[in-house]
């Protein structure tokens, strides 16, 4: 839609994606078909071609999935973007897109658990490399990551469960100045307090299974280009994108299709051969939660700030950490970079005492369920080193940046001072 870039996040959250036309249905359809009828061979024909556009197999593209992608792609202010099944599918694909066999990336160290698991284990099964950076290191430090076969970095904006803060002009840079795309993980912040294309990213990922969907019901996430990077210039290294698809009849990405090389061939060639499409229902699902994300992100954001500075007065506690707070270190890089400062709604701390303390809090906690999941309406809290962590040993979860004691709080949308009592009933036990 052409005139969302004019319009503001709320209305775009609401509206964006689906402009009915006279007598279409005001809410946009579930288009429960795989599949879609044409006149005559020769229009079908074109579509395999890439000759036109149009949609011929679910498995490549649906309308209700791309109504719900060009909202995301609004929200974000990018030129295309595509659903995935999940966050998962959504990292694989933004890093397979442009790497090979025999190539290299770069990330952040302090990333979500499962997508470190995607690109230290088996990406390598791939034969594509990674090397993990401390996102807090110098530009120089961590430029010393790249290789001549180096395709991409990338980080995210606010880490899982580590709550690092990505400084994305910084990391932008180093990308740039190696000739490669920077990749940044957006979920955490959702584009209502960060886009990180305003500060140089290139493509952005969701696990929209988070707040994005914000109800826990389900999976799923997205790609969005942001458009600005020149594959061209740099032709060298990507000639996936540059050089002619052999599946395509000789086809390139760069020449054929512009700015939208990227998601294209994400779309006709690994979602074609891969097949992680979202299910067109998890996509009116997620839209439903796309129409409220801008009246839910900031009372997260909220209620996280009040159960945070709670926390930091009890003298239970031994720590808190969240961008919200001064003694946060990356409070100025949160305020640059977050809408008014707003990081997400999830909190970590730990408690005075052994890792039992932890555990003992969280097992009397009434109102805050144990959940693996987190980033949804209900108050759920995760405590890493005995579930999502539990493999690794106290010095690992050091090194993953993972504290033994660290509990993951996610706050949800409920009346903040229930959260507290719950909290403080819990602690008091
Ligand atoms: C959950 C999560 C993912 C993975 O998403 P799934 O939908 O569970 O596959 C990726 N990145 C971040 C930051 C997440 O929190």
């Given at each position: 839609m052409e005139n969302n870039k004019k319009q503001n996040l709320e209305t775009i959250c609401v509206q964006a994606g689906w402009a009915p036309k006279n007598g279409e249905p005001r809410v946009l359809p579930i288009?429960?078909?795989?599949t879609f009828k044409y006149d005559n061979t020769e229009q079908m024909a074109d579509l395999f071609d890439l000759k036109a556009s149009g949609y011929f197999y679910?498995?490549?593209?649906?309308p209700t999935n791309d109504a719900v992608a060009a909202k995301i792609t609004a929200l974000e202010g990018g030129v295309a973007g595509m659903l995935t099944s999940s966050g998962q599918a959504a990292s694989f694909y933004a890093i397979f897109n442009i790497c090979e066999a025999g190539d290299h990336f770069v990330s952040s160290s302090t990333i979500y658990g499962g997508t470190f698991n995607l690109f230290a284990v088996t990406m390598k099964k791939f034969g594509i490399d990674c090397t993990f950076v401390?996102?807090?290191?110098?530009e120089e430090e961590i430029a010393k990551a790249f290789r001549p076969n180096t395709k991409a970095l990338f980080g995210e904006t606010?880490?899982?469960?580590?709550?690092s803060v990505l400084d994305i002009e910084k990391f932008a840079r180093i990308a740039h100045s190696h000739g490669v795309p920077l990749i940044v993980d957006n979920t955490f912040p959702t584009p209502i307090n960060c886009r990180p294309f305003e500060f140089g990213a290139d493509i952005v990922t969701h696990a929209t299974t988070k707040y994005m969907d914000g109800h826990a019901s389900n999976v799923g996430g997205c790609i969005v280009d942001s458009g600005n990077f020149d594959w061209e210039a740099h032709k060298d290294k990507f000639p996936g994108l540059t050089e002619p698809d052999p599946s395509y009849h000789g086809l390139a990405y760069t020449k054929a299709f512009g700015k939208n090389a990227y998601i294209t061939k994400a779309t006709v060639q690994l979602m074609r051969d891969l097949g992680s499409i979202q299910a067109p229902q998890n996509a009116f699902l997620l839209n439903l939660g796309l129409e409220s994300l801008h009246l839910r992100v900031p009372r997260h954001c909220e209620n996280a700030q009040k159960v945070a500075e709670y926390l930091e007065k009890n003298?239970?506690?031994?720590w808190v950490n969240y961008s919200?707070?001064?003694?946060?270190?990356y409070h100025a890089l949160a305020q640059k970079q977050f809408t008014n400062g707003q990081s997400c709604g999830v909190v970590t701390f730990g408690l005075k005492g052994d890792r039992e303390r932890a555990i003992r809090f969280m097992d009397n906690l009434k109102l805050a369920c144990i959940v693996t999941h987190v980033a949804d309406a209900r108050t759920c809290v995760l405590h890493p080193a005995s579930h999502t962590h539990r493999q690794l040993s106290d010095e690992q979860l050091i090194e993953a940046g993972v504290r033994p004691d660290l509990i993951r709080f996610s706050v949800g949308i409920e009346n903040v001072n229930d959260i507290i009592a719950d909290i403080e009933q819990a602690l008091e036990k």
């Open positions: 288009y429960q078909s795989t679910t498995r490549l593209q649906n401390d996102p807090d290191a110098s606010i880490a899982n469960p580590v709550l003298d239970k506690v031994a919200g707070l001064k003694s946060s270190k």
